[in-house]
């Protein structure tokens, strides 16, 4: 094959994705090697590929395909989740445009609208993730409500029902007037709005023994009691004013009953010190039906709860009054209405909290209603012992704190959705008000002849609700290997406890802690090893990217521009675990710069050839270059245990463009030849070299999978088997590394860029050679370095001396003097001055060093090779500036 003279990411992309899927590359079976396993988190059905997508499954790639390059059966199951709230309401809305109302269909009816819309629409965020190389088995592809994932929720829900871990009962939840559901606490979203405070008197019902010379302020102060409400909207659903019974300025409603303005309903006066005295007016008007703290009160005191809402947020009834208009509509109005009746005493600007549905951004209600709801906190305790004891690992582990907190004060969750969208509860009710619950409506009649045996199949109505999504969910990892259907199946048993999960931090309790709940429930096992827990994806001003603000990119467009490889790598390059990703369209034109430096060193290399007859001795720079590359596998290895993805890539970034484009292939390229059509270099260092590179691709292969794989072909490496791809090529392993030779060869590179600056800084051609001479002061044997130094610095010779040689351009590297005899005279202030910087950054560098040195908690708590590093710094620095201030010294003479 021969390289093309530009790269067509496009096309590589395209062929090579093709070709793994046809090879069957991305399946996995149980087999004899050791398994890795990750599931995706489902993206909803609904879902188009946003920002969070893109990094999200870009570090789950990464992982599986280091797996599979370390020769593990690598296996990451892909699908969707069905998205009861999300889906529902989309399909609602398309069949409002058809003209079709949800009420004028049978579930069956509307199911099958659902399920056509599924089919048109709900794959088109996996088939997105192709594009990026997502190299998932497609073929475990599943989905929440395929028929299996289904059984298997209905057989947890039975399961848990029977451990007594899941009720119905009557309580107060969070309602979603937009959804006509309700929604779990988890899923409202805490909103500050700006919002009037309105001040609303209530006429006392009886004034009795009322002191005759009260001034008549007074007398209208006994006569009305002031409440201050966000809500004016519920006044005719309250049941009570409740005051503290220690507030003097109330005494005398003691007993009391007060009248609802405009309504005029009679409600009573209660005591509690539930009221803060200095909080408002000091009265709260109690409605049980509309707020969970005014119904524990309620319950507290046996007041009668009012329910005034339908389920879509208008009035009703019960309300008398602006019956039929929506909640919001009705709060302007009856601020005009109490205004009229003289019952407003004022508004006032208030800033306050309101709760939001997180799907639908709807302002929550609550509610009382009849739901089912699972016991959490039986659930809970082993799920958090999990993470406490570290078989589940949080990454970062400042989210364990955060899950602690939500752990141990847990609230029974409320499953039951109001919706036709999801797996329906498997309870069925009697005619006698009773219900049983099992599996099949065939299993509830057994079970309800138990009951009465005369009871027949037509006796049994199942429930109308279906299960939250996030119930469902939970059984992810267990589910796709149908673990709860078939609890001992080969599958399972083989890849479960997956390895890593990657996840956003959001969604910790809704799915994290669900998961970990289910495993021990049904497996007595932990679901996963490790959690690695990502940034928000935000925009370069802080932001969260967001469609209504305008500020996400498209990244499909993304890819076209930059390459999928340059936009996995620039996703990476700023991603560090758990911290918000502050993401500039410039990492991924640094991605697709890399990918080209990359192409355009292996075209260098594309051109020369091997030539037994040339002797050249490179074995100085090839023994570095490989030190530096095992060197460097240590450092990415050490970042991958830590889950530093962003600092593993940065490592294999830095080898590739400075060590092996920028300092190796320098040093070994061959002097051009303009005879010969290819140049020609000892066959030695070409070896050498297209080693080094095809153990470069392999490093790089899980961040840039399309370049890596194109040149992984190339006839420069020899020929292929078709099943000899870079996606399955081993690790290179970590080797020997001469640390002697890396740090002087360090000090080379120094001494190469100094002479270079040298030349830009005097205005000279880099073609003009120079003469070099060295102060030794070190152990370093500059005679092996020679070489290096003259071909690339373009130095004529490299000579020793004992002493300063005056007039010379001078500079340090590590703690040698080195001196550039320049035939133009040397501006001595200029040169002071650039020698009073060095001293001034020496001196603080050194202070720095000395206070760390000096700390001796970091030096009993950092690793020995850490604190030996900072002796070895302080070291050099103490030479470097003693050599500094000598040469002031020789200035000033």
């Not at 870009?58 to 280091?66: E, G």
């Not at 991603?575 to 500039?584: E, I, Q, T, V």
Request: one cysteine or more.
């Amino acid at each position: 094959m021969s390289i093309a003279k530009t790269y067509s990411p496009a096309e590589a992309e395209e062929k090579w994705y093709q070709y793994w899927l046809d090879k069957k590359f991305f399946r996995s079976v149980p087999d004899e090697r050791e398994p890795y396993t990750i599931v995706i988190p489902p993206p909803n059905v609904t879902g188009v590929l946003h920002m969070g997508h893109m990094l999200n499954n870009t570090i789950q790639d990464v992982l599986i395909r280091r797996a599979r390059m370390k020769g593990k059966n690598a296996c990451w199951v892909p699908g969707t989740d069905h998205a009861s709230i999300a889906t529902e309401a989309k399909v609602v809305a398309m069949l409002k445009e058809q003209g079709i109302s949800k009420k004028d269909l049978t579930r069956e009816q509307f199911l099958a609208h659902a399920y056509d819309w599924k089919n048109k629409y709900g794959g088109i965020i996996l088939e997105q993730l192709k594009k990026l190389g997502a190299s998932c088995d497609w073929d475990r592809t599943k989905f929440t409500m395929d028929e299996d994932m289904s059984e298997a929720v209905i057989d947890y829900f039975v399961h848990l029902h029977k451990q007594g871990l899941i009720y119905r009962g009557v309580r107060m939840i969070n309602w979603d007037p937009q959804g006509k559901t309700a929604v779990s606490d988890e899923e409202v979203l805490r909103k500050e709005v700006n919002q009037k405070l309105y001040y609303i008197k209530y006429q006392v019902a009886s004034i009795e023994n009322q002191d005759e010379n009260q001034s008549n302020d007074s007398i209208l102060d006994t006569k009305y009691l002031t409440i201050a409400t966000t809500r004016p909207e519920t006044i005719m659903a309250d049941a009570a004013i409740c005051i503290n019974p220690n507030d003097e300025r109330y005494t005398h409603l003691h007993g009391k009953t007060v009248f609802i303005p405009l309504i005029n309903r009679e409600i009573t006066v209660i005591l509690d010190e539930y009221v803060t005295m200095d909080f408002g007016t000091g009265c709260l008007k109690v409605t049980p039906a509309h707020d969970l703290n005014d119904y524990e009160l309620g319950q507290r005191h046996n007041l009668p709860v009012i329910d005034i809402l339908n389920d879509d947020g208008t009035l009703n009834e019960r309300a008398q009054i602006l019956v039929g208009e929506d909640r919001f509509a009705a709060r302007k109005k009856i601020a005009v209405m109490l205004e009229e009746a003289g019952a407003l005493v004022k508004t006032e600007d208030n800033i306050s909290q309101i709760g939001v549905s997180e799907r639908t951004s709807a302002v929550i209600e609550p509610k009382l209603s009849m739901q089912w709801f699972c016991k959490m906190k039986e659930l809970a305790q082993p799920a958090l012992a999990y993470v406490l004891n570290g078989d589940v690992k949080l990454i970062p582990e400042k989210f364990i704190n955060t899950y602690r907190h939500w752990m141990e004060n847990v609230r029974d969750w409320n499953i039951s959705r109001q919706l036709w969208w999801g797996q329906q509860i498997p309870a069925y009710y009697l005619p006698t008000g009773e219900y049983v619950v099992a599996k099949t409506k065939e299993l509830a009649l057994a079970e309800a002849q138990k009951l009465n045996a005369s009871y027949t199949i037509d006796d049994l109505t199942q429930d109308e609700d279906v299960l939250d999504t996030w119930f469902s969910s939970g059984l992810w990892p267990i589910s796709v290997f149908d673990g709860v259907r078939n609890p001992d199946n080969p599958e399972i048993n083989y890849y479960y406890p997956t390895n890593d999960l990657v996840t956003a931090p959001e969604i910790l309790f809704f799915w994290v802690a669900r998961m970990i709940m289910a495993g021990h429930e049904l497996r007595q096992q932990k679901p996963f090893n490790n959690v690695y827990l990502t940034g928000i994806v935000r925009d370069k001003l802080g932001r969260k990217m967001s469609k209504s603000l305008g500020n996400s990119p498209d990244p499909l467009d993304l890819m076209a521009k930059y390459s999928a490889d340059g936009v996995r790598v620039g996703m990476l390059l700023c991603s560090p675990a758990g911290n918000d990703l502050m993401f500039d369209e410039k990492y991924c034109e640094q991605g697709s710069a890399f990918g080209n430096k990359i192409w355009n060193a292996f075209k260098l290399v594309k051109g020369w050839e091997a030539d037994d007859s040339i002797q050249a001795d490179n074995s100085v720079a090839i023994e570095w270059f490989q030190s530096r590359f095992n060197q460097a596998l240590v450092e990415i290895e050490e970042n991958f245990s830590q889950y530093r993805l962003s600092e593993a890539l940065m490592a294999s970034y830095k080898l590739v463009w400075d060590d092996f484009c920028s300092s190796y292939l320098e040093m070994v390229k061959p002097p051009y030849q303009t005879d010969v059509e290819r140049q020609k270099i000892d066959t030695a260092s070409y070896n050498a070299t297209v080693s080094f590179f095809e153990n470069i691709l392999k490093v790089l292969h899980p961040y840039m999978p399309f370049l890596t794989e194109e040149l992984w072909h190339d006839e420069i490496f020899g020929e292929r088997d078709e099943l000899e791809c870079c996606i399955v090529a081993q690790l290179p392993l970590i080797g020997e590394i001469n640390t002697q030779l890396v740090g002087e060869m360090d000090v080379v590179q120094q001494v190469i860029a100094q002479v270079r600056n040298i030349r830009n800084s005097k205005g000279l051609s880099p073609k003009e050679t120079l003469p070099l001479a060295v102060k030794v002061n070190s152990a370093i044997d500059y005679q092996q370095y020679s070489a290096i130094i003259k071909h690339i610095a373009n130095i004529t010779e490299l000579g020793f001396v004992n002493e300063a040689i005056a007039g010379a351009a001078n500079f340090v590297a590590g703690t040698d003097e080195f001196f550039v005899t320049l035939n133009i005279e040397i501006d001595v202030e200029a040169e002071k001055e650039r020698l009073e910087k060095e001293r001034e950054y020496l001196t603080g560098f050194l202070r720095s060093v000395d206070a760390k040195l000096a700390n001796e908690r970091f030096v009993s708590n950092a690793k020995p090779e850490v604190v030996e590093n900072e002796r070895k710094k302080k070291a050099d620095a103490e030479a470097k500036l003693k050599i500094v201030e000598e040469n002031l010294k020789g200035l000033a003479n």
